[in-house]
């Protein structure tokens, strides 16, 4: 059985009906936040949105890696700075000996400039961030992806700082060991004849001579070795130790009568910082070292700004999708509330319309 209405009736119904309908839509819209929530509220503008949207995520995901790119750059600048205060300190070695004319200062230098070369390899071994290390060599080369599709990258490649005779050229130097040689005291003193000479020879060339006439004794031949310049000797009471800085050492008895055989050291090895020459050498490579350092740090660092720009550029983008996005979808809360206040005023008055329709209808029972 069907209920008729009468027209004013159904009228305010409908209206009834219509307004708790778009109240509904306002409430969602104010709970959510959006004016379109699904593709049934506006096809183009859901669409358009999700795609702006889904390229801000890809990009903002590219952000994590441009910043740890970032971080890694900036491992490997510090490594490099600090590598270039190593390399300047071991020039500083180099020059010291330079102007030192001992061979035992120069070979303490020596010690500590090897002792810096290998400060530097360990330091470029450290300079590594998150398992990738740019002064590491093969296998720790940076690649950045700065679009969604990997169009647009840049790709950095690592340098091997961890054996300093590769890229910077600077070998582990020579120290150098000192010619010995070992004379019995009663060979010396057994073989000195009146008007006799010992000649002293260094590295081959004769270095002085020493009276060695009868009564000659032991400590006047150990005095006379210990003024010859880069010559030391001393005596247990038995033997005569003699060591030689410049060279392995020879003592020849000028008569060839006499009875001591030509005494003839060994064991010298040439330091790297013996000779001027060789040390020259080492601050040409230490000179060419700065360079190579200086040069690689101007590279990561133009590197690093390329990174930091793209990373600003692409920060900025991903707020300028998410902005239009919003244009899109985001609802005025606003202007909702106001739509809000306005539709719950019509349903009142709608309420009140049915009421009025209502007892019109009513009227007809007073007839009876």
């Known amino acids: ?54 390229r801000a995520g890809d990009l903002t995901n590219l952000l994590d890696d441009m910043g740890q790119s970032v971080q890694t750059l900036k491992a490997a600048d510090e490594g490099i700075q600090s ?108 073989g000195d004849e009146a008007g006799d000479t010992l000649t002293v020879t260094v590295g081959g060339s004769s270095v002085g001579s020493i009276d060695y006439g009868a009564g000659t004794t032991s400590e006047d031949v150990i005095t006379a070795l210990n003024a010859i310049d880069g010559v030391t000797a001393s005596t247990d009471g038995t033997t005569i130790s003699i060591t030689s800085e410049n060279g392995d050492i020879v003592i020849d008895d000028t008569d060839t009568t006499a009875d001591l055989a030509t005494q003839t050291g060994s064991g010298y090895v040439a330091g790297s910082f013996d000779s001027d020459t060789s040390i020259n050498d080492s601050l040409t490579a230490l000179n060419t070292a700065l360079n190579t350092l200086r040069s690689q740090a101007s590279t990561f660092g133009t590197n690093l700004t390329v990174v930091e720009n793209r990373q600003n550029f692409t920060t900025r983008l991903v707020n300028t999708l998410e902005e239009g996005a919003g244009k899109l979808t985001l609802a005025d809360t606003n202007e909702e509330g106001a739509n809000l206040l306005a539709l719950q005023t019509r349903q009142q008055l709608s309420s009140t319309s049915l009421s009025f329709a209502s007892q019109a209808d009513q009227n007809v029972l007073r007839l009876f």
């Not at 936040?33 to 889904?54: E, I, Q, R």
């Not at 070695?93 to 330079?98: D, G, H, R, S, V």
């Open 83 to 190: 590598i270039t205060k190593l390399v300047e300190a071991a020039k500083g070695k180099a020059n010291q000996a330079l102007q030192s004319s001992s061979t035992a200062d120069r070979r303490k230098f020596a010690t500590e400039y090897n002792e810096l070369l290998t400060q530097i390899e360990d330091l470029a071994k450290d300079a590594g961030y998150s398992g990738k290390n740019l002064l590491a060599g093969t296998g720790n080369d940076l690649s950045v992806i700065f679009n969604e599709d990997g169009t647009s990258s840049l790709s950095v490649s690592a340098v091997d700082y961890t054996d300093t005779s590769g890229a910077l050229g600077l070998s582990d130097l020579t120290i150098g060991t000192s010619g010995t040689l070992s004379i019995a005291e009663s060979d010396l003193e057994g």
């Open 1 to 54: 059985m069907s209920i008729q209405l009468s027209s004013a009736v159904r009228q305010n119904l409908l209206s009834l009906q219509n307004t708790a309908d778009l109240m509904s839509k306002t409430q969602n819209r104010l709970a959510t936040g959006l004016k379109v929530n699904s593709a049934l509220d506006n096809p183009g503008s859901f669409f358009t949105a999700s795609s702006l949207n889904n």
